[in-house]
């Protein structure tokens, strides 16, 4: 064989384990860390229609405001309704001066008559109810979410 079909078959090889591996990776982190899902396949999952009266008298229900109780911006209040990112950045809705919060933490949104928390991929996790969520997860009146040193309630 001619050395310049050597060297393709080496790279050829090369090539298909990167892959082989990469495919792997891939697989174990969605074991453990679970697929992403946008809010707004999470909206088109429910199907029903946001202006019918179940879902006029379900948003009456929501809360329209998240308290932080406990951690360094203690006392804030802000409006539940439109996306709300919480984070570090100075372009997120919330803004969390705390070292163990990520510039884009999470995002709360409302779909489909219910409030919605997301994980952005942060590094120290969002918790609902002292629980580490990995997935969209629904929150109501009373539930506790904990971003880095902060604590937060939805309420009405």
Known sequence: MSELVVVGLKLGFLAALWLAILFTAGAIRTDIFGRKISTSELAAAGGADPYSRKAIKAAKKLPNKLKIPH??????????????????????????????????????????????????????????????????????????????????????
């Open 71 to 156: 951690g360094p911006q203690a006392g804030t209040t802000v409006g539940l309704g439109s996306p709300i990112i919480i984070g570090r950045s100075e372009d997120c809705q919330l803004v969390l001066n705390d070292d163990y919060v990520s510039t884009h933490h999470a995002r709360i949104s409302r779909a489909e008559g219910y409030d919605v928390i997301e994980d952005l991929g942060s590094t120290n996790g969002t918790f609902v109810n002292n629980q580490r969520i990995t997935v969209p997860t629904q929150i109501g009146l009373g539930d506790s979410i904990r971003i880095g040193q902060s604590t937060m309630v939805l309420e009405k």
